[in-house]
């Protein structure tokens, strides 16, 4: 008899729901049928969606985290560690295309919104690593001088479009072109 991890059916069948239709045409009893469970069963593992919803981010957010942090040259300069945690995300993601897709419809989420602002605030140690490279490459003058929400914006909002075109076959993101992007995004940032 194959046993299964049920919370974890029910988290996948979220991510891909999410991915494809959004949070609002995603009920949880869609979620329960879809990954095969009854609709109180699912209430065994997440209280309600908003727990399932921050849950799953979580879980994704490790996930990337745990990418990012995999070979990242920690003894390498400012400039070297954003390359390579561009470099990193964008290779995620184009693994993991429902990730991004999730990831996004959770960042423009009253969810992402409250998330995003923790971050921002450093009230959250997720994404410690990127604030650490801009905060410090802002203090040695390597960086503009800008707030780090803005940094931010220059540093991956364009990441997020064209992973998106990516996606949607509007563009190839291939090894040249992902070096491109992430010095376009450097010189962006650089002072």
């Not at 008899?1 to 029910?10: E, L, V, W």
């Not at 329960?32 to 109180?40: H, L, N, P």
């Not at 070979?71 to 290779?91: C, D, Q, T, V, W």
Request: neutral net charge.
């Amino acid at each position: 008899m194959i046993k299964t991890d049920k919370r974890a059916d029910i988290m996948d069948v979220a991510l891909n729901l999410i991915a494809e239709r959004g949070f609002h045409d995603s009920p949880m009893s869609l979620i329960a049928r879809e990954a095969g469970v009854a609709a109180g069963t699912i209430y065994r593992y997440f209280e309600s969606k908003d727990a399932l919803i921050l849950a799953l981010t979580r879980n994704l957010e490790d996930r990337i985290n745990e990418t990012v942090q995999d070979e990242y040259p920690a003894g390498e300069s400012i400039r070297e560690k954003f390359l390579y945690m561009n470099r990193a995300i964008l290779k995620y993601f184009m693994s993991y295309p429902r990730h991004f897709l999730y990831m996004e419809q959770f960042s423009i989420s009253p969810y992402g919104i409250s998330n995003r602002k923790e971050k921002l605030l450093g009230k959250s140690d997720r994404n410690k690593i990127m604030i650490d490279i801009f905060e410090r490459g802002v203090e040695q003058g390597i960086l503009k001088a800008l707030p780090i929400s803005a940094i931010f914006a220059l540093a991956f909002g364009p990441l997020q479009t064209l992973m998106r075109d990516h996606i949607l076959g509007f563009l190839r993101l291939d090894e040249a072109t992902i070096e491109q992007v992430t010095q376009a995004c450097w010189d962006a940032i650089k002072k």
